[in-house]
């Protein structure tokens, strides 16, 4: 049973950066992206970036592009997002699943995680003004 794990998640100021990781324990070539979503208070739960598990493509929402690089190491079934210029507005519990669809674009299409079954716990980044 692939079960995953999410760290890195801190109290940061606005500009900081991090770097979230995920153990993801099984065989990651059964799926066809991974990635991250993230949700906040009151909000529903979003994608935020997605690689291609195969080609190592990417791809990221709108208003994380040029800030978010998603990564894996397959050699240890690791999942990383570095973050950079964090915002307020990035604040929220993230998460790292994987998908079997092998469309990027699908995997960061509103309510995509409602097709999800294997989620973490989360890690908690919470950017302060």
């Known amino acids: 049973q692939v079960q995953l794990v999410e760290s890195g998640g801190a109290l940061v100021q606005s500009g900081d950066s991090l770097q979230l990781s995920c153990k993801f324990s099984g065989n990651m070539a059964d799926y066809g992206t991974i990635g991250w979503f993230r949700q906040a208070p009151g909000k529903e739960r979003e994608g935020v970036a997605c690689?291609?598990?195969?080609?190592?493509?990417?791809d990221y929402k709108d208003s994380v592009k040029g800030r978010f690089t998603v990564s894996t190491d397959k050699g240890t079934n690791m999942v990383f997002q570095q973050m950079n210029n964090l915002k307020p507005e990035d604040t929220a519990t993230y998460y790292c699943a994987p998908a079997s669809d092998t469309a990027c674009h699908w995997y960061l299409s509103p309510g995509s995680y409602q097709y999800l079954s294997i989620w973490g716990q989360g890690t908690q980044v919470t950017v302060s003004s």
């Open positions: 690689i291609s598990i195969d080609s190592g493509a990417t």
